[in-house]
């Protein structure tokens, strides 16, 4: 996990496509790797813009992890 980089989290995350999977993500990949540095605010912010649902409700769920620690 701590040697991930946002080239991997935008990978891990194509083709995500339903409520659990985004939520997962979100929570498990995409918050931690947003916590810890690995990936950057402006990548979040991209993903909040997209025109695909779920990388925007990704960007949502990311925050709960920062919420939370």
Do not use: P
Not at 22 to 34: E, N, Q, S
Not at 57 to 67: D, G, I, K, M
């Amino acid at each position: 996990m701590n040697s991930l980089t946002l080239e991997d989290v935008e990978e891990l995350g194509r083709g995500i496509g339903s409520w659990d999977q985004v939520d997962a993500f979100g929570i498990y990949i995409a918050g931690r790797a947003w916590l810890t540095g690995q990936i950057s605010d402006a990548a979040v912010e991209r993903w909040a813009k997209s025109r695909d649902v779920w990388w925007r409700r990704a960007a949502l769920v990311a925050t709960v992890v920062l919420n939370s620690s």
